[in-house]
């Protein structure tokens, strides 16, 4: 099969991904052979390519990719749930250990044994892949491939963020967004489908802020303007850690700073004044496959729609390069 594979990592403007022939791999039990069809560009795939990620536990060589949509191929010994033919999706946990105090407790996301798709085992950068089937999910088929593929991270991890921002009345709720790629412009459709206003703060005028307001922002700014109103909660999907203390600033007291990244540059020395009045910062760390499966649904009942820009699988560098220059209105995705 075809496959884009990074021997080791380097700056995207290096072209580190050698589009090459490798072998098709064989479903162990358990396990599900996906034909691709469309993968997902996520901000993670980035971190992955650059080494920003820790590389001691980096599969190498490794086929990036965790926002994956497919057809079931074959099904590996004892593998249930699904049926050769059926379209389904694979995103960022791989699988999880299952018995652990994490996992035993609804926390899987925390499970120090996970692996992960397109960082620890191979992802779908390529025409095939294998993932555990308790691990898969069927899609809704409501959405063309290129425009589910992008839910499978961006909008999974981003639903995690609202989820995690401490809102329980989001009617008359304001709610921040720093940065404005592929998780914001979906996760705004859910915030706003429950009734909040969302305050945008992005730098790139062509291309987030007007989709920002496309999207209906109430409001949309530059990157550390200060919102005109304080705010119930915010969340940074920017990697930049030198935002945190201007989406402090624009807190109401109580309010949660939820971090979305699973990279993020240095957090500048914060006052405690910063903090007072109960305020709160809190990261994300992975996603649940109860976050998934309840992501897919309501993001099927709301009627997500998501903006794409497609690349044919051999132009995964040009993509990443793309998006590393925020150059990417929305999401990128590889058609494979």
């Not at 920017?238 to 402090?248: C, F, N, T, W």
């Not at 007291?253 to 007072?276: A, E």
């Amino acid at each position: 099969m075809k496959a884009c594979v990074l021997h080791q990592p380097a700056p995207v403007r290096d072209r580190p991904l050698a589009f090459t022939e490798v072998e098709t791999p064989t479903p162990p039990p358990g396990h599900l052979l996906i034909k691709v069809r469309a993968c997902g560009v996520c901000r993670t795939d980035l971190h992955v390519v650059e080494g920003e990620l820790d590389q001691s536990r980096q599969k190498k060589p490794i086929i990036p990719g965790h926002q994956i949509v497919g057809i079931v191929e074959q099904l590996g010994e004892a593998a249930r749930g699904f049926t050769i033919g059926d379209r389904v999706g694979i995103a960022w946990l791989h699988c999880t250990c299952g018995s652990c105090r994490y996992c035993s407790t609804g926390r899987e996301n925390l499970c120090e044994q996970a692996q992960f798709t397109g960082w620890t085992r191979d992802g779908g950068y390529g025409e095939y892949v294998v993932a555990p089937a308790d691990y898969v999910y069927p899609l809704p088929q409501k959405l063309d491939d290129h425009q589910v593929a992008p839910l499978l991270c961006a909008g999974i991890v981003g639903y995690r963020c609202l989820q995690q921002t401490g809102i329980e009345q989001w009617s008359g709720a304001r709610l921040g967004m720093y940065g404005f790629g592929a998780a914001a412009h979906i996760g705004i459709q859910i915030a706003r489908s429950r009734g909040a206003e969302v305050f945008v703060c992005t730098r790139d005028r062509k291309r987030h802020q007007n989709l920002a307001e496309e999207l209906g922002a109430a409001w949309v700014g530059d990157t550390f303007d200060q919102p005109p109103v304080k705010l119930d909660a915010a969340i940074i999907y920017a990697p930049a850690g030198e935002i945190v203390p201007a989406a402090l600033e624009a807190l109401d007291r109580g309010g949660c700073l939820v971090l979305g990244g699973i990279h993020m540059s240095r957090i500048p020395s914060l006052q405690y004044q910063d903090l007072y009045w109960e305020r709160v910062i809190r990261s994300v760390a992975n996603n649940t496959r109860a976050d998934g499966r309840a992501f897919l649904e309501e993001a099927a009942r709301v009627g997500v729609k998501t903006h794409v820009e497609t690349f044919p699988l051999a132009q995964a560098n040009d993509a990443l390069i793309a998006l590393k220059h925020d150059a990417i209105k929305g999401a990128a995705v590889l058609v494979v």
